[in-house]
């Protein structure tokens, strides 16, 4: 079973960055990865995703051209660099491990494994 490990959340000002990392127990370099996030009281949404080589990215409109995917195989993790920070942004952001391939599903139902989580709160 994989484990996934979310780090680099906090409390930060609008305008502000943040970039978000996530560590894998497993290799993941043939899974397609993505971030989602769960604002309070808000049902869990797709942030962004990227395939297995890293050749195809996708990102929720509320967030493209602010936040940026990338992927390390060497490393093994999942890295989401946040710029340009804003309120609505607050909520916690999972890791997620997804299909196998050039697929980036934006269900969160396609997705097998989760980490646990890291808080994000933007402060106006």
């Known amino acids: 079973q994989v484990q996934l490990e979310e780090s680099g959340g906090g409390l930060v000002q609008l305008g502000e960055s943040l970039t978000l990392s996530c560590a894998a127990s497993?290799?993941?370099?043939?899974?397609?990865m993505a971030w989602f996030r769960q604002a309070p009281g808000k049902e869990r949404e797709f942030v962004s995703g990227?395939?297995?080589?890293?050749?195809?990215?996708d990102y929720a409109d509320s967030v493209k051209g602010r936040f940026t995917i990338s992927r390390d195989h060497a490393e093994n993790t999942v890295s989401l660099e946040m710029n340009n920070l804003k309120p609505g942004d607050t909520g916690i952001y999972y890791c997620?491990?997804?299909?196998?391939?050039?697929?980036?599903?934006?269900?969160?139902?396609?997705?097998?494994?989760w980490g646990p989580g890291t808080r994000v709160t933007v402060s106006s």
């Open positions: 497993q290799r993941l370099a043939i899974y397609s």
């Open positions: 997620a491990q997804g299909p196998v391939g050039r697929q980036i599903p934006r269900s969160s139902s396609e997705y097998t494994y």
């Open positions: 990227i395939n297995w080589n890293g050749g195809m990215t």
